[in-house]
């Protein structure tokens, strides 16, 4: 059914019935605003079961103006805030939710947007109020779970990994059944509580007496429990859950234990000798059990199937639910080692909930980490001499998460992403405020591409091999983003450090482009060739033994040389070049990097992962960014964003186009761009004669179009020049695309 409600332009003094906002009238009471109460005509809004409606004065025309996101979600909250925003003359983007309601309310605009109630209770209980972005994902997710009828069948349910413990420890579906972290478990803010011997937490939820009770979900054939567990942990150890032994062989048990040896074990009201027990490839994952009946249980990972055990049901243990450890007649056992970020208790999901369930929690934790920041990339940016920009930090954040989650970040020694805002930035090791890059003979530096090398240029990351923490002889891993073809004229190093009394570590190609020789920790005669799989893209080389070790492609599968190993040798690789006994080597050519690390020797797995988490940091480096000019804006009928200078431009909706009748005319917008900011262009033009220049800012910063898609990075530092230019010399050309986005 519709819901709409009255406006109108009132300046006068407040109309019975109705609330003001601005020169904005709405109204509350029901009456007849045909008949204009106050002696306004009043105008019905748009239906605000289809999206938040945001009303603002149009003084010209006497009436209010409306706008409807597309949907009742965040996101087209937002977006459809950057349309009103710059409509009405705000240059920038809202960070938030918030951001742009309170630029509403400043303004004297309404917005229909408002948080759930059960929002508002939770983040009144919060003794330390988290930012606007998190709040706004919190409410996000109470929302969805509503709508898809889960958080009426929760009882319990936790996020561990919030901006303060205190926050952590609360049930969100009530007041009660708050957590207490026993003997100091491991907390830390973002990512949950890890566990070890002695230490757990618990929360008072006894699944005998709420069951027995009244108000409460969780019943003996119709209950569920869940969490998500991050860790490796494979010994005697329970995530979550109780056991009543009553006498022998009659138990009452609800309980996950994500991996024990090879395999799950799980239960929901049967003895513990009915336990479910399947083999499971890791501990990682979100776990869901399940009884629907009397007669039977069911289990996920990941929101998928795993399995169903047809078992009789038991009444509930009459004991509190314990996390990290196991519940035995009140005595916690079988200690977890896992960190856990999320808990759920309550009545039996759907196969389909438990999937939308693990969708928005996996959701919840994977852009909590894009809005608060880990303690390392925190650290890291304290090291920048330039600060990124928020989606800047986002991302570095998130790849540092995603490092620690999968225990990568533990192995390396040094890390580095040559591809950052600055160069001063690119040049810093990830994880220690040690091995700073040296840069020699001027590399070509280009943000948020990397480092390309010439004859005699290098850089060098002042790691010496020797004195690696976690690279050893036997016990290493190094590896390097390549981001050109090789020039394949001469021999060409990537990295290398050779010394020829002890040994050698690098790689490099042959002439002809045909062979890689990938060697690590080895002597230094002998040829480890292998046939070249391509240039651009992750080589990894790892060693795990005195034997052999193995190179790697991007996330294909190892190349074993058989080479006996060598101690690692009393020298930092260069990269871009060789380096031979202490000095530089080898002939330049047109190479490219983006990406170092060295550490500890990872596994077949942990390459693959390291592939997908660096390709996502790569990827995503080159489009973040706060968007000033769009689609929508610049490719107007009638060019009415634009100003122009000198006819010529013409645009039909889907494309700008220049005649080339004029020798000097150009479109620009005043005021839009910052002096010392960094911009990046993305243009699609096709050139038929004639020549176009693009300005950031005016002159030098400029680059001369072809046809052709750019991706442009450029600084401002003109103070006088704010606004980018299309400058056409009788240019016949048309431009298809065209986005701005500041980026630093």
Sequence with gaps: MAKTRPYALNTGSTISGTTQIGSLAIGVAAQDYSTNPGGVTWYMGPDEELGYVIAVPNESEGKPQFWRSSALTNESYISIGHTVGRRRGKLWPFADTQDFSSWCTQSGYSSTFAYEAETISLLSRMDVRPTNGLKDLINKTIKDLKSEGIWDKDDCRYFFNLHTQQASNLNWKSTGYTITAVNSPVWTAYSGYTGSTGKYIKNGYNFHVVYTGSGINFAQNDGGIGTSVIGTSNGSSVEMGATQSIIVDVSRCVEITARYGPNLYANVNSRNSDQFVKANSGSTGTYDAVRTASNSMTFYKDGSYFGTKAVSSTEPPDLECYFLCGNNYGNPNYYSTNTLNYGRIGGSLTSAQIMRNKEIVEYFNTNIMNLEYDPDARALFARMEIPPSTGLKNLISKTIHDLKATGLW??????????????????LNWKSTGNTVTVVNSPIWTPFVGYSGATGSYINPNFNLQNGTNYKQNNATIGIWQIENFDTGSWLTIFQAWDTFSGWTGMYLDKLGSNMYPGINMWGSGSPNVTSLGTVGLHTIKRDNSVNYQYYYNDGSAITKVYSSAPPINYSPYILAGMRNGSAWGTGGNKAVNNFFAGGAYTDADVITNYKITKYFNDNIGVLGS?????????????????????????????????????????????????????????????????MNLYTGGWPNYINLRTGTYNHYQFTYNANASYPILYSMNCVCTVTYLSIKEVL
């Design 627 to 691: 968007e000033i000019i769009d689609q929508s804006q610049w490719n107007q009928t009638g060019l009415t964003w634009w100003s122009v200078v000198y006819s010529g431009w013409t645009a039909n909706g889907t494309a700008v186009v220049s005649d080339g009748t004029n020798a000097g005319a150009y479109l620009y917008k005043t005021g839009l761009l910052t002096s010392g900011k960094l911009y990046k262009w993305d243009i699609s033009v096709v050139i038929t004669s004639g020549s």
């Design 410 to 427: 533990y192995r390396d020694d040094c890390r580095y992403q040559f591809n950052l805002h600055t160069q001063q930035a690119s040049n």
